[in-house]
């Protein structure tokens, strides 16, 4: 089973629809594309994306939405609506790629940020989202167990002995 289809029957297991093949961007004149909508148990992705990294990546953000938000939160002007944003894209980011799996795609010999996506099953993009939610929650690094895990100047794991 791979992440999209273990993000769809966590979605299933608490009740939560997920239609995948929505038309969300009506055409190619919109301003801001939208890849996912979550509304009220009912996760709607965008019919466009098209690999199973892109959706699940899409999916694990809307699941945040679901175990953390509530309301209407289009007004993103609005400083309440976009740390309900932040926080279910860092349920998303936690879920998908953590601070563990940084870990365990240094442990499997990665050497870059390509190789890292492709462990973790994410996209490129999604990656370094994620690092920079990661450095603006910690800082320069992290450290997990017995290692450091450096997000500037690139994303880097070491071994502490």
Same mark, same amino acid.
């Given at each position: ?13 608490? #009740?939560?629809? /997920? ?7 009506? #055409?190619?004149? /919109? ?56 926080? @279910? ?22 050497? #870059? ?16 989202? @994620? ?10 690094? @992290?450290?997990?167990? #017995? ?15």
């Amino acid at each position: 089973m791979n992440k999209y289809e273990e993000l769809l029957q966590n979605a299933a297991d608490n #009740n939560v629809r /997920v239609y995948d093949s929505f038309d969300l961007n009506g #055409n190619d004149n /919109v301003i801001e594309k939208i890849d996912g909508l979550y509304i009220d148990g009912h996760i709607a992705l965008d019919k466009g994306l098209k690999t199973t990294a892109e959706k699940a990546c899409v999916l694990a953000e809307e699941l945040g939405h679901h175990y953390t938000s509530y309301g209407n939160m289009i007004d993103m002007n609005n400083l309440y609506n976009r740390k309900q944003e932040r926080q @279910a894209r860092l349920q998303g980011y936690n879920r998908m790629i953590g601070l563990c799996g940084i870990v365990s795609a240094f442990k499997a010999g990665c050497q #870059n940020r390509f190789e890292v996506a492709e462990h973790l099953h994410v996209t490129e993009e999604y990656l370094q989202e @994620a690092i920079d939610c990661y450095t603006g929650k910690y800082g320069e690094y @992290a450290t997990l167990d #017995n290692y450091i895990i450096y997000f500037i100047p690139y994303l880097g794991v070491m071994e502490m002995i």
